[in-house]
């Protein structure tokens, strides 16, 4: 058998020169390298799955038109019987006093009373004392800035000292261990995932990929088209909504550098956290 193919390649190849046969060879090696990569990532199917909803959705479009005209007709802008509904720059100037009437008619009208509302995620509140003592404390530092630490020493002192508070609950501390701070859980959420995917690149991971469950938040997409990383997506029990631990140990491979765990919590989608 291999003496027949050798025979068949040489007598069909001995006229062509040897620079084309090398040519042919480098692209032939190159063409399986990149599909042997496509396939092992799982990127050719990715690819193949977003070609047929890319399709799907051209087909369907003036049906999702139709739908999304539907919805948007119900949407109204918070407001009350009277309120006036500023649309451009006053062209008078308003005073303070004018402003905070303004804003505290708003509030009254428009926001619910926190006592009122079960929310969970979205508004840490606390007690009356500790309001009061935010407040002061915000009216004080207002206008620091912790990137002038030699002119805001007191805002910078009070940042370190809560980093190392949230350091100490790490058991053992590693001496390489360090902090930042975020405005939210979505920038949190991607500042994790930035530190994996260098950390990922400096140890020659070209594409990073992080095993999390489907119901997983949706920072975690974000971080994946911003940081060029992939998230596998595994699925989750359809009763208690837990994700199945023998789905992410199929979904480990040499490219995982996290797995992303959640925690119940009610207020949110499919009461994970």
């Known amino acids: ?5 050798r025979e068949l390649l040489n ?14 060879t480098v692209a032939g090696t190159l063409a399986a390298v990149a599909a042997i990569r496509l396939a092992e990532n799982g990127e050719l199917l990715e690819r193949s799955k977003l070609a047929v909803f890319r399709l799907g959705r051209k087909l369907l479009q003036p049906i999702i038109n139709k739908e999304i005209d ?20 006053p062209a008078e100037g308003l005073s303070s006093d004018v402003v905070v009437q303004i804003s505290d008619r708003l509030h009254e009208t428009l926001d619910k009373k926190m006592d009122d509302q079960l929310l969970s995620g979205v508004v840490y509140w606390g007690t009356v004392n500790h309001h009061k003592a935010f407040m002061k404390i ?17 805002t910078r002192k009070m940042e370190a000292e809560v980093t190392t508070m949230t350091l100490s609950l790490f058991v053992p501390l590693p001496q390489t261990m360090a902090a930042s701070y975020a405005l939210g859980g979505t920038e949190s959420v991607l500042l994790a995932m930035l530190a994996y995917r260098n950390q990922a690149l400096a140890q020659g991971i070209e594409r990073p990929e992080v095993v999390c469950a489907a119901t997983a938040h949706p920072a975690f997409d974000k971080a994946e088209q911003y940081f060029g990383m992939r998230l596998v997506k595994v699925p989750t029990d359809p009763v208690t909504k837990k994700i199945i631990v023998s789905e992410v140990e199929k979904a480990i491979t040499s490219r995982t550098v996290a797995i992303v765990g959640s925690t119940p919590l009610k207020g949110k989608p499919h009461d994970l956290l």
């Open 1 to 5: 058998m291999a003496s027949t193919l």
């Open 70 to 89: 539907k919805a948007a007709s119900g949407l109204t802008f918070p407001s009350a019987d009277g309120e006036h509904y500023f649309q451009a720059i």
């Open 138 to 154: 915000l009216d004080t530092h207002l206008w620091a800035n912790p990137l002038f630490a030699d002119y805001f020493g007191a």
């Open 11 to 24: 007598q069909n190849l001995k006229h062509s020169e040897p620079s084309v046969l090398v040519a042919y």
